[in-house]
Structures are given as structure tokens and as C-alpha cells.
């Protein structure tokens, strides 16, 4: 069983058909009051969380998620458990409601996000620890900043392999968080930005030196693909073909649910970089994070299309 501990949220993503650029000036940035009239509005299920445990089900991999949510839980727990993911594992408290993300993409697929943590903020309540089942593997993706280090720590005690995604986290974490973090993570991943801010926060100069190891780790590239390091070695992925762009958000999850989804059955890491890459296009085809489908078919077809090799799932 993988075990996924990251946000839960409801998902309101809109679109601005024009440049954030032209509507900010670089000099009056302290003084900052713009609005975006939006052509487009979307509500939907994410969360870091749900978005990987929902592609990863689609993948055929048997997940659990580990959050806390609030009483508006109801129509969430329902689509993860009508997608065959397990819930049993979020707790849902009163006088809170679950986490809310609220963001805007521009045509040149920027993005301005606020996010109120909700339910979230109890999350560090939750023990790896308490745990009945065996855990093969854990995935840390960004949530509660104090739980995603208490986390780290248990899977180190517990000796269970995880991943440690940052993400939009990392302004809260702290050079020792992330180091702390690092030691135990058999994945660290990020995309460039968050990449170069966790060297600079740790003053690691080059964060693919962990990858010298038996660590993994990836950055990803948005349209570029993404790298990947691992034994000394450099994979360069590229990305998958998509039909019709509509909306970023959520792309970066589908990607690692596609990579572990490889992962988890021994594939080589050019393939399971290939298969993050396939999974992340059927997301920016969909407005919304848990929007797309695919049958493990539908996958395979795609993958050999972009590829040029066939899978099995």
C-alpha cells in the first residue's frame, strides 16, 4: 500500500484570458491592488493528496489517503471512495471546513494561488505511527508544514521509503526542516523553482548531488519535461504530446502519480518518467485537478504514441 499524507481541498480555479504582466507594474509591487476579471471557473476535488491518490488509482495502484478534513467532507470522501481510494485514514473534525484553494491562470499558464488550510491545520494531530497496516511506501506532498517533517521522522523510525514534495511549502520550511526530511526520502522532487530554493536554503550547491546515492531526485520542467538524478546519472524526459491545452493546475501531481505508479513496479526511472509525463498531459487537457480518466488501455496507447515502446499495467 502506498500512503498518502498531503492536502485534501476543494479546487476553484479560474481563468484570466489575459497577461498578469500587463496588469502589475515591477515599481508598485509594495503597493499591490489589481483584480482580474476571469472568463472561466471551475470547482472541483484536489488538494495535493487527492490529486495523486485519484491518478494513481486510475493507474491501478492500491492508495490510502491520511488527512484531516472538515465537516463539508461529505461529496469528497464519496469521489475518492467511488474511485477506489481509501479513506479510512481521514479524520473529519466539526466547526471547520476543509481546505480551500483558490487560483488564477493567465494565458501564458502563470498562476496566483491563496489557499486557506482549514481542517488541515490539525494535521500533525495524525501519527504514522498509529497506522494498523503494513505501508510500503509514503508519499509527503505539501500540506501542514509541521506534519510533513513529524512525518519524515516516523517513516525514518519505521525504515518505510518516501517521497518528500515540498512544493508550496517551502517558504515555511526551514533549512533544518528540509535537511531533516531529505535524510529518510528515497524521491525528493520539485519543479526548477523549487529546486533552486531548496539549495539555497540549505546551501546544498547542486540538490542532484543527492542523487549520487540510492536517492532519486527529480525536477520537473513544466513543457521542457523534467530531470531526473539518480546513481550519478542525468535522464533528460520530455514531455508528453497534449491535444488541447486548458489548464496547468494539478499537472505537477499527476506527474508524480504517473512516476510512482512506474516506481512501485520496478520500471526503469526513463520509464517511469515517461509514464509521469503521459499522466500529467490527460490533467492540462482537463480544466480541474481530478477532472480527467483513462483506462490503464487508453494509458498504454498514449504512452507507445509518445514513446514509441509498449507498457503494461
Known amino acids: 500500500m502506498i500512503l498518502i499524507t498531503g492536502s485534501l481541498a476543494f479546487d476553484q480555479i479560474m481563468d484570466f484570458p489575459g497577461r498578469f504582466s500587463d496588469h502589475i507594474m515591477p515599481g508598485k509591487t509594495h503597493v499591490l491592488n489589481v483584480s482580474f476579471l476571469v472568463n472561466e471557473l471551475r470547482k472541483s476535488f484536489g488538494g495535493t493528496a487527492g490529486n495523486i491518490a485519484y491518478t494513481l488509482s486510475l493507474l491501478g495502484v492500491r492508495c490510502s489517503v491520511m488527512a484531516v478534513t472538515g465537516e463539508d467532507f461529505d461529496t469528497y470522501r464519496e469521489f475518492l471512495e467511488k474511485n477506489e481510494v481509501d479513506t479510512s485514514l481521514v479524520k ?3 466547526n471547520l471546513f476543509t481546505s480551500t484553494a483558490f487560483g488564477i491562470t493567465d494565458k501564458n499558464d502563470n498562476q496566483i494561488w491563496g489557499f486557506y488550510s482549514g481542517a488541515d491545520m490539525l494535521s500533525d494531530h495524525l501519527s504514522i505511527l498509529d497506522v494498523d497496516r503494513k505501508i510500503d511506501f509514503g508519499v509527503i506532498a505539501p500540506q501542514n508544514p509541521r506534519a510533513m517533517i513529524k512525518y519524515a521522522r516516523e517513516y525514518q523510525q519505521l525504515k518505510i521509503p518516501y517521497l518528500f514534495d515540498p512544493g508550496m511549502q517551502l ?9 531533516e526530511a531529505f ?3 528515497r524521491i525528493i522532487i520539485g519543479n526548477d523553482y523549487e529546486i533552486c530554493l531548496m ?8 540538490l542532484r548531488d543527492l542523487g549520487k546515492g540510492d536517492k532519486i531526485v527529480i525536477s520537473t520542467l513544466g513543457e521542457k519535461g523534467s530531470r531526473i538524478f539518480s546513481a550519478g546519472k542525468i535522464l533528460e524526459v520530455r514531455a508528453a504530446r497534449v491535444r ?3 489548464d496547468p493546475a494539478g499537472a505537477g501531481d499527476a506527474f508524480r502519480a504517473g512516476f510512482l505508479a512506474g516506481f512501485m513496479r520496478e ?4 520509464i517511469c ?4 509525463a503521459v499522466a500529467a498531459a490527460y490533467t492540462v487537457e482537463k480544466y480541474g485537478t481530478t477532472t480527467h480518466s483513462f483506462t490503464s488501455d487508453e494509458f498504454c496507447r498514449r504512452y507507445k504514441e509518445n514513446f514509441g515502446e509498449e507498457i503494461k499495467l
Open 199 to 206: 539549495e539555497k536554503k540549505t546551501q546544498i550547491a547542486n
Open 273 to 276: 518518467g515517461q509514464m509521469g
Open 244 to 246: 488541447s491545452a486548458s
Open 171 to 179: 517558504p515555511w520550511l526551514s533549512a533544518t526542516d528540509l535537511r
Open 267 to 270: 520500471y526503469p526511472l526513463q
Open 183 to 185: 535524510k529518510g526520502a
Open 92 to 94: 473529519t473534525v466539526n
